[in-house]
């Protein structure tokens, strides 16, 4: 059996097409525009690709989008000091600080400065405390894009066995705790693994659904999965360079020996990746709607 391939590109596309709608929507019905402001400090080269395609997306989709970029030496005052005048600003619904940030800068408080109402990225942990609790917050993008991946190919999670790999506070953790919450694309009994755990082979020879996010290329093969097993590669690692300066990506996965056993499996590139900056812009609108009072 070869497994049926759920592309992210094309289900992060309709979703696209969706929100553009919502937007010229809100526009022409309510006069509000969702405004979204990326934060970058320093210039690592990833990053700068990653906020320049959010500021791009966000564009492409009528909404308003702003872009601060600031240097490699700035105080985390000054960091606070802009997260603090975006909350004060109505033009602006979500916040997005791209990590990682520079060393001297505390990650955590500078989360925690964002206010929750534009906690677009789901990191504060007012909204990790309301999606643990089953309640409306922004979730985070990475989860929920695969759990639209999983609705949209049809795939039940109900009663499934899910095994996820990797316990890092964006993926691994929050991937759990969706799927195993009383509601549509839940349901589900999930195990999470990590390095500590004894016999990872024990349980992804038993995953109906298997989500990788650990960050080691084409670590889980064939032989470690069951005939019909779906598959969520989350790993994005860059393993060599193309003639053209152009950086090779493996997943997670070892694509071509588990693609044969699989019944879906998500690719790399082309997955999970683009799904991830499709749902910062859905709960950028969804972050307009609820500063307006239209949700
Ligand atoms: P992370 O913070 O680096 O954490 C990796 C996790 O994997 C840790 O919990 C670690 O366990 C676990 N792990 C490492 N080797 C393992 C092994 N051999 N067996 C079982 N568990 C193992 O990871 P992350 O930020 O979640 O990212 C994971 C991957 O997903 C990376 O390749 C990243 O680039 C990619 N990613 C992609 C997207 C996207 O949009 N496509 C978004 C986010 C991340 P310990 O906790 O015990 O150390």
Known sequence: MSAKIISGVEIAKAIRKELKEEVEELKAKHNVVPGLVTILVGEDPASVSYVTAKSKTAHALGIYSEQVDMSADTTEKELLDQIDKFNKDNKIHGILVQLPLPKHIDEGKVLYAIDPDKDVDGFHPVNVGKMVLGERCFLPCTPHGILQMLQRSGVETSGAEVVILGRS???????????????????????????????????????DILIAAVGVPNLVKADQVKEGVVIIDVGVNR???????????????????????????????????????????????QAAKQATGLL
């Open 239 to 285: 393993v060599g360079m193309s003639e053209s300066g152009k950086a090779i990506l493996a997943g997670d996965v070892d694509f071509e020996s588990v693609k044969e056993k699989a019944s879906f499996i998500t690719p790399v590139p082309g997955g999970v990746g683009p799904m991830t900056i499709t749902m910062l812009m859905k709960n950028t609108v």
């Open 169 to 207: 506070n964006i993926v691994g953790k929050p991937m759990a705790n969706l799927m195993l919450q009383k509601r549509a694309a839940g349901n589900a009994t999930v195990t999470l693994c990590h390095t500590r755990t004894k016999d990872t082979d024990f349980h992804t020879k038993r995953a």
